[in-house]
Structure formats: C-alpha cells, structure tokens
C-alpha cells in the first residue's frame, strides 16, 4: 500500500519568484494518500529541502491509481513570503501549530501581568480613599448613561415626526370607492 513511482512530467525555473515549479505524477495502490504523504516522498526522492517545500495540489481521476500535482521548491525561506498562507498551513500543520501555541501563551502571560499590575494599583487607590472612588465612578456612569439617553430621546421622535408630517403633505388623500359602491351608484 502507498505510493508505487514518482515520474518528474516538468521542471521549470521561476526566476522572479526565486523558486522551481515541478509538475509530477505519482502512482500508487490503494485509497489516494494523503497530502503529507505526497510531499513526504517528492522530499525524499527528488532530494528537496523540506522547510522550502511546498506542495500546491494533487489531483486524482476517477478510478485510477494514478495523481498529477504541482509543488514548488523555493531557494531561500524569505522568497516563500509571496506564498499564500492557507497553503503554507497546509504544508506545515505542526509548525504553525507550535507558532500559534507560543503566540497564546505570549498573550496569556501579558494578560495576566496587566491584570497584576491593575490589581496592584487598585490595591494603593482602595487603601487611600477606599468611599470615593466607588462613588465617582456610579457618577460618571450615570451621566453617561443620561446623555445616551438624553441623545436618543431627543433625536428619534423628531426625525419620526417629521418624515410622518412631509409625508401627509405631499400626499392628499384620496377617498375611493369599493366595487360594490361603484355598482350601487350605477
């Protein structure tokens, strides 16, 4: 089970994106392999680079044992920026794996250093003036929430009241008889 042969169908140069794009086919037995697999052995048997290796699609038809692809080798890692990033994760799942984790764990620790550092200085404010500080901060929010107020009070009616009043001016009402009126008159 797994992949048979790897025949190279064409290997080009692209000199402006500074890598080499091959186009392969690869036989094999049994279900598709997977995508990891794939690049596995082209790094292998074509001797890549693995870290510079990416594996842009593999294509099966139906009923055959047999897939074309597409992968490009690049020269150097900062070459592989033109690259877009879902293939990148795609091609390497376990490193952006570690990358996010250290990323949360970065995040975590300043968060939780900010929280030390406002429960430090929320410590020194209670001890120095432990009443006041609560009741400044029910009078800022209760002004705030009185303008918020005061804002939507003041603007909704008005706009509502005079859309209602240009359009009674502009339209007259009709008055219009039912078809049973019109047949009584008749």
């Known amino acids: 089970m797994?992949?048979?042969?790897?025949?190279?169908?064409?290997?080009?140069?692209?000199?402006?994106?500074?890598?080499?794009e091959i186009d392969f086919r690869i036989v094999y037995e049994?279900?598709?392999?997977r995508r990891n697999e794939v690049r596995d052995a082209?790094?292998?048997?074509?001797?890549?680079?693995?870290?510079?290796?990416?594996?842009?699609?593999?294509?099966?038809?139906?009923?055959?044992?047999?897939a074309t692809g597409y992968v490009k080798v690049y020269k150097d890692r900062d070459s592989m920026g033109v690259e877009q990033a879902h293939k990148i994760k795609k091609n390497f799942p376990a490193e952006k794996k570690k990358e996010v984790k250290?990323?949360?764990?970065?995040?975590?620790?300043?968060?939780?250093?900010?929280?030390?550092v406002k429960e430090k200085e929320g410590e020194k404010?209670?001890?120095e003036k432990p009443g006041e500080k609560k009741e400044e901060k029910n009078e800022v929010a209760g002004e705030d929430k009185k303008e918020i107020a005061e804002e939507k009070v003041g603007e909704k009616p008005g706009k509502e009241e005079d859309v209602g009043k240009k359009a009674e001016e502009k339209t007259p009402v009709k008055e219009e008889k039912t078809r049973k009126e019109v047949k009584k008159d008749e």
Do not use: H, M
């Open 30 to 33: 049994g279900p598709t392999p």
């Open 102 to 116: 250290e990323a949360d764990e970065e995040k975590k620790e300043a968060v939780e250093e900010k929280k030390e």
């Open 125 to 127: 404010e209670a001890e």
């Open 2 to 20: 797994g992949i048979k042969d790897i025949e190279i169908l064409d290997k080009r140069q692209n000199p402006l994106l500074n890598r080499e």
């Open 42 to 66: 082209l790094i292998a048997n074509l001797k890549l680079k693995p870290e510079l290796t990416i594996l842009d699609g593999v294509k099966t038809r139906f009923g055959s044992n047999a």
